[in-house]
């Protein structure tokens, strides 16, 4: 039971901590809707989509005014596109995307997930023609997000796709750049990409899904940072209890607001992500509760454990809170959409090397990194391959999410707008990963992975 003294902390947390549910995703399976005419099989998705989500957004905004919870994302996440379409021969899947677009305006979520491809092994005639859809799918649409899955822990990282989105991830820069390359902002390529993951831009519904479920992602950077505003002094012990037990009351609040939307929707509930997820508001930012413990600026010396002891107190608190924790679960660490990292960023403290460190031990990757927009191919290649790396390894997930955008150089700001924010553009190495990336093939797993 909740006691009256926990909802008047959860109460002064939404007014003045900026605790909020960040997403409320509903996964949506799309493998019945595959078929060999891509017209016929395109209606279908859109019936489906609209048919099942049809209340999301209103059952969300009650919920939110009932609680006096913010939910702040409504949000629809389907089977990879490149399995669903494959069957319909088609050579182009743009059009795919043009519809799942249409299907989110209709219902009114502000992203849908799923414009993906699974390759971590191999291509298949469906995943090569969609990884080439994506630059113009991107473009062409609002509110479609895309994935590629390019490295698994059992399987290694298969080179070709990693040397290939590269390429796709310059294509995509290019046909957004009047909007400062906007597009690569919805684009991400994984190592170990989950199934259930509720964030944007990764999010697709797996395979080993129901046919539809709630998955709910919440955040509290600020809830954090303000327990730790209190601990002055205090040894890392301490700082590590309160973190975990910060991390229960904000899991045990998504627990709640996911079994409600479950409730009223009749749609399973799957899994809770407890991510904490930061904005560009000012206080919501996973880089001041690192400087809260004692560093002077995020990216020096002392970063990377810092945020190893944040992100093992997260999920320690969290899957005390709740039996179904998922997704990805930890600290996010984008640049664009944390007020702190920017500023890290623009004072020299924090560099792209520090932050690939830094994903060693977080929950995700290298998100929302701006860079020059004369960066080769082969070299955003090459920082997916390192990612990948840290990713099959350490048997985690990481992810790329990198935009070079088109026109700007090392210092400028790129406007991505909403919750993409802002980003200054970093610094890239300027010696060549080409004949690297050239080899192609697959780099094998590692011996850790024999575990069977």
Do not use: W
Not at 18 to 42: F, K, Q, V
């Amino acid at each position: 039971m909740i006691d009256t003294s926990e909802i008047i902390e959860t109460i002064r947390m939404i007014e003045s901590e900026n605790l909020d549910i960040r997403t409320i995703t509903m996964g949506i399976s799309l493998r019945d809707c595959a078929g060999p005419e891509g017209g016929a099989a395109r209606k279908k998705i859109y019936d489906k989509i609209t048919s099942h989500a049809e209340n999301l957004v209103s059952v969300g905004n009650e919920i939110a005014l009932e609680f006096g919870i913010p939910i702040v994302n409504k949000r629809i996440s389907v089977t990879p596109i490149a399995i669903v379409a494959e069957s319909s021969h088609e050579e182009d899947y743009a059009p795919f995307a043009r519809t799942l677009d249409e299907a989110a305006r209709a219902v009114g979520v502000n992203f849908i997930g799923g414009f993906s491809s699974l390759v971590h092994k191999g291509y298949t005639r469906g995943d090569r023609i969609l990884i080439a859809s994506i630059p113009e799918a991107l473009a062409a649409t609002e509110r479609v997000c895309s994935s590629v899955n390019v490295a698994t822990t059992k399987t290694g990282i298969n080179m070709d796709a990693v040397r290939h989105m590269g390429e796709v991830i310059r294509e995509t820069a290019q046909l957004t750049k009047d909007r400062d390359s906007v597009g690569c902002a919805r684009l991400v390529v994984f190592a170990n990409a989950v199934e259930d993951n509720p964030f944007m831009a990764g999010a697709f519904h797996g395979l080993g899904e129901p046919e539809c479920s709630i998955n709910v992602g919440i955040s509290g950077p600020g809830v954090v940072l303000s327990a730790l505003k209190k601990l002055k002094g205090a040894s890392f012990d301490e700082v590590a209890e309160t973190v975990k037990r910060t991390a229960f009351k904000i899991t045990r609040l998504g627990q709640l607001v996911a079994h409600e939307v479950s409730r009223r929707l009749g749609v399973p509930f799957g899994i809770v992500d407890l991510s904490l997820a930061p904005t560009p508001a000012v206080g919501d930012s996973v880089a001041q509760i690192i400087e809260e413990m004692g560093l002077e600026s995020c990216g020096i010396p002392g970063t990377t454990a810092a945020v190893a002891l944040l992100n093992d107190a997260v999920k320690k608190g969290g899957v005390m809170a709740s039996s179904h924790v998922g997704g990805l679960s930890g600290a996010f660490i984008p640049v664009s959409e944390d007020q702190g990292m920017m500023d890290a960023v623009q004072r020299g403290s924090l560099s792209l090397e520090k932050l690939e460190a830094m994903t060693s031990v977080c929950s995700v990757g290298l998100d929302m990194i701006a860079v020059p927009g004369d960066t080769p191919a082969e070299t955003i290649s090459a920082i997916i391959a390192d990612e990948a790396a840290i990713g099959v390894v350490n048997n985690k997930t990481t992810a790329v999410r990198i935009i070079p955008v088109i026109g700007k150089k090392v210092g400028d700001i790129a406007e991505f707008g909403g919750l993409l924010g802002k980003a200054p553009i970093m610094a890239v190495s300027g010696f060549s990963s080409r004949t690297f990336i050239q080899r192609g093939g697959r780099i094998p797993a590692p011996i850790n992975s024999l575990r069977n």
